[in-house]
């Protein structure tokens, strides 16, 4: 079964510091998206990404964020000056949004702790 | 401000029996829904999707969907202690195709 691979599993960063969390999607999907969870909270949409640019983003999705599809495989996410409330789980998600396959795949996640 | 709605749980079950798990959606216009299961730590498993009305059942699951009452609901049959986890679901915004989740039904099944 085809899956979205994301790496590191845990990082742990100093605050201030600029993280890139990495995901590798599904081949033959073209949608791409970033969510983020905090601790016993919700999933929450934070940017999708189609033909090499950003579609949607979030209020969450400020400044210090920004996504790169630096070649045919990678999608990443960069938080550039990472601050306390940054600490959550990182999902990345793929999708062909063909007929019948609206839903997305999910990798493992980041877990992300500024500390 | 398009809202999913579910009961946070838990919701206890024992093994064998029925679990049904709800949800409301606040946006008339949706046409995609979604059932995910999230353990623990882990990331989101899609495990049933639901476009029109009625019943779709997939092995021991059911999802069922409502678009007049807003409702969509996940029914497990002979539910096992492996089902027990959380519960989310989601819709899809057909404009921007971002997933709007619920904060999800924590599922607990007693062997």
């Known amino acids: 079964e085809p899956e979205v691979t994301q790496t590191p599993s845990h990082q742990v960063t100093q605050m201030g510091q600029e993280v890139i969390l990495r995901c590798v999607p599904i081949s033959n999907h073209l949608y791409f998206y970033w969510y983020r969870q905090i601790l016993g909270q919700k999933v929450e949409f934070l940017v999708s990404f189609y033909n090499n640019e950003i579609s949607e983003k979030s209020e969450i999705f400020d400044d210090q964020f920004s996504v790169e599809r630096p070649d045919g495989s990678n999608f990443t996410l960069k938080i550039r000056s990472t601050k306390l409330e940054d600490s959550a789980m990182y999902f990345c998600a793929s999708s062909d949004l063909s007929r019948g396959s609206y839903g997305y795949t999910f990798g493992s996640g980041t877990r992300l702790t500024v500390v | 401000q398009k809202e999913v709605e579910q009961n946070s749980g838990p919701l206890s079950v024992p093994e064998g029996a029925i679990a049904s798990l709800n949800c409301t959606y606040s946006d008339r216009g949706s046409q995609s829904f979604f059932w995910y299961r999230q353990y623990s730590g882990k990331s989101p498993e899609l495990i049933m999707s639901i476009y029109s009305n009625g019943d779709k059942e997939d092995g021991r699951f059911t999802a069922q969907l409502n678009k007049a009452s807003q409702y969509v609901s996940l029914l497990i049959r002979d539910s096992q202690p492996s089902d027990s986890a959380t519960y989310l679901c989601?819709?899809?915004?057909?404009?921007?195709?971002?997933?709007?989740f619920g904060s999800g039904t924590r599922l607990l099944v007693r062997p």
């Open positions: 989601a819709w899809l915004m057909d404009s921007s195709y971002k997933l709007i």
